[in-house]
Nanobody, 126 residues
Framework: QVQLVESGGGLVQAGGSLRLSCAAS????????MGWFRQAPGKEREFVAS????????YYTDSVKGRFTISRDSAKNTVYLQMNSLKPEDTAVYYC???????????????????WGQGTQVTVSS
């Protein structure tokens, strides 16, 4: 069992930056593939980014490539999402997720993720 707690959300103007953090409980953080998803009002939850156990493989949805960066710090049991050049369409609740799936390096299939955080609100004003 792992608990995930997101932080770092807030209100920012378009073009600004935010860094989200997700702290994981437990001693096996390095055994989880980690992902970020988001859900805007009236829309389905969508994949944003993921990072493999080693950190060597990352995946991004097309709309955030070149603007967002996912990283992890195993010493701190934390995964980050650096978000630059934010746009109003990035407004959503952002969720951190952890996957225990074998032979999985990450990706957009939310069925592969076993644990979810409570979410943090990101609002980008125009």
């Amino acid at each position: 069992q792992v608990q995930l707690v997101e932080s770092g959300g807030g209100l920012v103007q378009a073009g600004g930056s935010l860094r989200l953090s997700c702290a994981a409980s437990g001693r096996t953080f390095s055994s989880y593939v980690m992902g970020w998803f988001r859900q805007a009002p009236g829309k389905e939850r969508e994949f944003v980014a993921s990072i493999s156990r080693s950190g060597g493989s990352t995946y991004y949805t097309d709309s955030v490539k070149g603007r967002f960066t996912i990283s992890r710090d195993s010493a701190k049991n934390t995964v980050y999402l650096q978000m630059n050049s934010l746009k109003p369409e990035d407004t959503a609740v952002y969720y951190c997720a952890a996957s225990t799936a074998n032979y999985y390096t990450g990706g957009p299939d939310d069925r592969r993720y076993d644990y979810w955080g409570q979410g943090t609100q990101v609002t980008v004003s125009s």
